[in-house]
Nanobody, 113 residues
């Protein structure tokens, strides 16, 4: 069964950090670009970052310099390290596999004092 499962969300104060994880299974993980997206309450889903199989990365302007995406092809894992979090980063964060368009269930990140 092809699936991705996110974890690591939670409540954090502004300026804090969180690391999200995405565990993949059921497909040749190393062959696919992996993406993180997010959806804030009342807003459209927003692409956050992606990482290619060789490790090259891209980021939305809103998170550039604060978030870092990484992957471990041996463990079939993708990570999103989020630093200097802001209230506007509050959203459900989703992991997605490009091409085959598989999505996880999401993990909630809330940034609030």
């Amino acid at each position: 069964q092809v699936q991705v499962v996110e974890s690591g969300g939670g409540l954090v104060q502004p300026g804090g950090s969180l690391r999200l994880s995405c565990a993949a299974s059921g497909f040749t993980f190393s062959s696919y670009v992996m993406n993180w997206h997010r959806q804030a309450p009342g807003k459209q889903r927003e692409w956050v970052a992606n990482i290619f199989s060789g490790g090259s990365t891209n980021y939305a302007d809103s998170v550039k310099g604060r978030f870092t995406i990484s992957r471990d092809n041996a463990k079939k894992m993708v990570y999103l390290q989020m630093n200097n979090l802001k209230p506007e980063d509050t959203a459900v964060y989703y992991c997605q596999v490009s091409v085959i368009d598989v999505w996880g269930q999401g993990t909630q990140v809330t940034v609030s004092s």
